[in-house]
Each structure stands twice: as C-alpha cells, then as structure tokens.
C-alpha cells in the first residue's frame, strides 16, 4: 500500500509539501522543502500494521534518490507524535542502489533531534515505515522499488 498520509511542515507553518505515490512497479515520494514561515521539512509514513520482524537482521531498500538525503524510519507504535528510529540514506542522483540497513543502526529521534537513553529499536514491534526529509530546500523526489528484512546471519563454524 503507497497511498501513506504525508506529514509536512504545514503542522508549524510551514508551506512544504510531499506525497507518495505509485507507478510503473515502484514508489515515489516527492515535493518541495520551503524554509518560509519557519518551515523545512516534507515527510510520509505507512498506515500502522505491527510486523514481527525480529528473525530479521534489517532491512534492504532498493531505492533511486535525487542526491539528497533522506531518513528512513521505523515506528514501534501508532501514535502521531512521539520518537521514530531513523537511519539516514543520500542515494546517488538517478542510479538505483540497493542499501543494507542492520536495525542495531537506527537512532531515536524526536522531531529531528536524537534522543539519548531511549531503548533501542525492538524489530518484534515495527508498525510504521516512512521517510522524511528536511533542512533542504528545493524539490525533491525519491523512488523506492522494495523494502525487505534480510535475515541474520548465522555463526558458521569453519574447517581448518
């Protein structure tokens, strides 16, 4: 499902804009960071359906970005507010590329700032994916063609 509701800056003041749509086997998330009336950033998130993926060790994204970075997030729970864990991208302009994201690497955040001594990401409790982007101005435009878990990796024992 792409149809995920954006959240813009417009919640301060702001007059970025953003959404998410769908074609051609693959999502775009795409619009315009204004910094007027104090505004800056241009985000979207899925619907919340909770997924167990704590046999997994993380996520692969097969994205084409615009050479702009991009946060990646998960939430653990279906409220609006609150913190997300977030693991930024800069895919190159154009090229599609795939990134490997161990969810140990996603960080606390709290409306753009980290937040210390929270725990760390359960991946038995994601019920969120978004992405967001901020402090850039201009338009921007990501594509996204999948989001998979990849398992972990099992201690292998070798032979001399």
Same mark, same amino acid.
């Given at each position: ?5 954006h ?14 749509? @769908? @074609? ?25 359906? +909770? ?11 097969? +994205? ?13 729970? @279906?409220?609006? &507010? ?9 895919? %190159? %302009? ?8 161990? #969810?140990?690497? #996603? ?7 980290v +937040? ?5 990401? &359960?991946?038995?409790?994601? @019920? ?6 901020s ?13 998979? %878990?990849?398992? %972990? ?8």
């Amino acid at each position: 499902d792409v149809t995920w509701p954006h959240i813009n800056d417009g919640v301060m003041g702001g007059i970025s804009s953003g959404e998410m749509s @769908a @074609a051609d086997g693959y999502a775009t998330f795409r619009g315009t960071v204004s910094f007027e009336n104090n505004g800056g950033f241009s985000s979207v998130r899925s619907q919340a359906v +909770v997924h167990d993926l704590s046999d997994f060790e993380g996520l692969v994204l097969r +994205v084409r970005g615009d050479g702009k970075r991009y946060g990646f997030r998960l939430k653990t729970d @279906a409220s609006f &507010d609150g913190v997300s864990y977030q693991f930024e991208i800069e895919p %190159a %302009a154009g090229e599609w590329a795939e990134i490997s994201v161990p #969810f140990t690497d #996603f960080i606390p955040v709290y409306r753009g700032r980290v +937040v210390r001594n929270h725990p760390p990401l &359960d991946p038995s409790r994601i @019920a969120t994916f978004g992405l967001i982007i901020s402090r850039q101005e201009g338009p921007f435009r990501i594509d996204i063609e999948s989001v998979k %878990a990849y398992p %972990a990796v099992e201690d292998q024992e070798t032979t001399p």
